[in-house]
């Protein structure tokens, strides 16, 4: 069982940056790939970025490849989210999620077993 919780999100201006924290519980957080993931009210949750178990390998949706950067840190038990150069369109509310143990880094939300409870990103024009 992992219970992860976010932090980090806020109103930002266009241009500006935010980092956003999922900070997860359990001994084995090291054995599960990671993801973040954002939903607007009234769409579906999309996929952002993803990370395996090890940190070694990383995954981007193509609108934010070069913006975001999603990383890791097993000694704390937390995965950040980088998001630089925020546009208006990046507004919404931002999940951390974990997968199985050992098991693959995806871009699917149904292989994700575990999720925060999510935190507002609010980018102003």
């Known amino acids: 069982q992992v219970q992860l919780v976010e932090s980090g999100g806020g109103l930002v201006q266009a241009g500006g940056s935010l980092r956003l924290s999922c900070a997860a519980s359990?001994?084995?957080?090291?054995?599960?790939?990671l993801g973040w993931f954002r939903q607007v009210p009234g769409k579906e949750r999309d996929f952002v970025a993803a990370i395996n178990w090890s940190g070694g390998s990383t995954y981007y949706a193509d609108s934010m490849k070069g913006r975001f950067t999603i990383s890791r840190d097993n000694a704390k038990n937390t995965v950040y989210l980088q998001m630089n150069s925020l546009k208006p369109e990046d507004t919404a509310v931002y999940y951390c999620?974990?997968?199985?143990?050992?098991?693959?880094?995806?871009?699917?939300?149904?292989?994700?077993?575990?999720w925060g409870q999510g935190t507002q990103v609010t980018v102003s024009s």
């Open positions: 999620a974990a997968g199985r143990p050992l098991g693959r880094t995806s871009y699917s939300r149904g292989d994700y077993n575990y």
């Open positions: 359990g001994r084995t957080f090291d054995m599960y790939p």
